[in-house]
């Protein structure tokens, strides 16, 4: 017993080596460029995207397919918009707005601010929490079975849906694990999205000094947030890997990125943009041509042609996503094994 008391502290302290070995920052002191800096070899940001279009399209039937079973799953499991709820905001804005938005250009002001509304939930249908609980799990399957199948296919293997959707959900249980830190890591960008609510309703914002405080402490929470994220991706696909367990994925993927980091997080940051742009290019015409036939064809005003496209752009958005982050993964790995 004496001796296994003696080499628990060395274990410890073996640890603490080894994580400071792998780690060259250290609080309060500068860390010089030749300790951090590790290289990334990598394409341009619209080349790279332009590969993940192309590894995506040349086998558009099965990933086509992922993204239908999910829409139809979502359909069953949480439901869609109702045609009812967009026409009465879109009456609501139409009343409301006056004189504000005159002519062509008031017309576009109004699509952008159903865009607006749809892309941060506002058109969403209202959830109960076992229905929060069945999307949130149903978004882990197909981040799952969009890893599983790239992975298998860039091995050369043969695979089909059915196959990922069968042999992905393993590490479910690890997944979830995973993004339960994720969310924690995504409070301080919470706290600064409320804070903004409410210095936006008490007028805070305002005032020169106490706008300017709450700026740099929003900003702090917010890179906090995205310092954070950055590397827990990364696990929730090395968490993927047979017998990786949670906290083993968590530490490599902190190892992976440690260097260059900020390399990868403007890579997740070009993923956010080209996400928003990509929905306002479709969204916004759809809205402008959808308003202008009901105008003229009133028959058709029951059709839900905007809460159809919601959950189509949702849909196709998670399987982006997926494949975007699993082939960055690989990219860093990639060039980590040169």
Request: proline residues 3%.
């Amino acid at each position: 017993m004496a001796k296994k008391q003696k080499q628990q502290p060395r274990g410890i302290k073996q640890r603490i080596s080894a994580y400071l070995a792998r780690r060259p920052h250290r609080s309060f002191r500068l860390t010089r460029r030749r300790d951090y800096k590790r290289e990334l070899k990598m394409p341009g940001y619209i080349a790279f995207t332009s590969e993940v279009f192309k590894t995506l399209w040349s086998r558009r039937k099965l990933f086509l397919s992922l993204t239908v079973f999910y829409a139809v799953v979502s359909l069953l499991l949480a439901g869609m918009t109702s045609q009812e709820t967009y026409k009465t905001i879109t009456d609501t804005l139409n009343v409301t707005s006056g004189s504000l938005f005159n002519g062509g250009f008031g017309e576009v002001g109004k699509a952008g601010i159903l865009f607006l509304t749809a892309l941060t939930g506002g058109l969403s249908p209202q959830l109960s929490e076992v229905q929060q609980v069945y999307v949130f799990l149903l978004i882990l399957l197909i981040w799952l079975c969009t890893v599983w199948l790239l992975r298998n296919l860039l091995a050369g293997h043969k695979v089909r849906l059915r196959d990922g959707l069968y042999n992905s959900a393993a590490p479910i249980v690890a997944t979830f694990l995973v993004s339960l830190l994720l969310i924690v890591q995504l409070l301080p960008l919470a706290l600064a999205i409320i804070g903004y609510t409410a210095a936006s309703l008490t007028g805070l914002l305002n005032n020169g000094i106490e706008a300017m405080l709450f700026w740099v402490a929003a900003l702090l929470l917010g890179t906090l947030s995205l310092y954070w994220v950055t590397s827990t991706f990364f696990a929730m696909i090395i968490v993927t890997l047979p017998g990786m367990y949670p906290f083993k994925a968590i530490k490599a993927a902190g190892d992976l990125v440690i260097g260059r980091r900020s390399r990868v997080l403007f890579r997740l940051l070009w993923l956010g943009l080209t996400v928003i742009l990509s929905w306002a290019i479709i969204l916004i015409p759809s809205i402008l041509i959808d308003k202008w036939l009901k105008g003229i064809w009133s028959a058709i005003s029951w059709l839900p042609v905007i809460p159809v496209e919601l959950l189509a752009l949702s849909s196709l958005t998670i399987v982006w996503i997926s494949a975007y982050i699993y082939l960055l993964y690989r990219k860093v790995v990639d060039n980590d094994s040169v």
